[in-house]
């Protein structure tokens, strides 16, 4: 018979916090998801950048935006913004920033 898992983001298995955000971490079936909490004035290449010492983003996102707006870039010049309810696929290479006052949250497969 099949076993099932269950947690909860409430009690994430690592937290990683880094100036206006975090990564909270969940293992599961084998996996990882995440749940990205954003603050307004939050920017990747200012925030992040000095962490992950790489020009871009290099992580691949497959994501759930629940709340807020955000900008993104991509390497190639294109852009977008995203906002509630919208899922997003962003392969390496990328900025963002949160726009306006809201807090964005993402859920991160």
């Known amino acids: 018979m099949a076993s099932y898992e269950r947690k909860d983001l409430k009690t994430p298995d690592e937290v990683r916090t880094f100036e ?4 909270e971490l969940v293992n599961i ?6 749940r990205l909490v ?3 004035g939050w920017r990747w290449s200012e925030h992040v950048k000095p962490i992950a010492k790489t020009d871009w983003c290099e992580a691949p996102h497959f994501q759930y935006q629940v709340s807020g707006r955000m900008h993104v870039i991509m390497t ?3 852009e977008f913004d995203t906002g509630p309810g919208e899922i997003t696929n962003l392969p390496s290479g990328h900025d963002a920033y949160v726009v306006g006052n ?4 993402l859920v991160d497969w």
């Open 20 to 23: 206006k955000g975090k990564l």
């Open 29 to 34: 079936g084998g996996g990882v998801v995440g």
């Open 38 to 40: 954003l603050e307004p």
């Open 76 to 78: 190639d010049g294109s």
């Open 102 to 105: 809201e807090t964005v949250v």
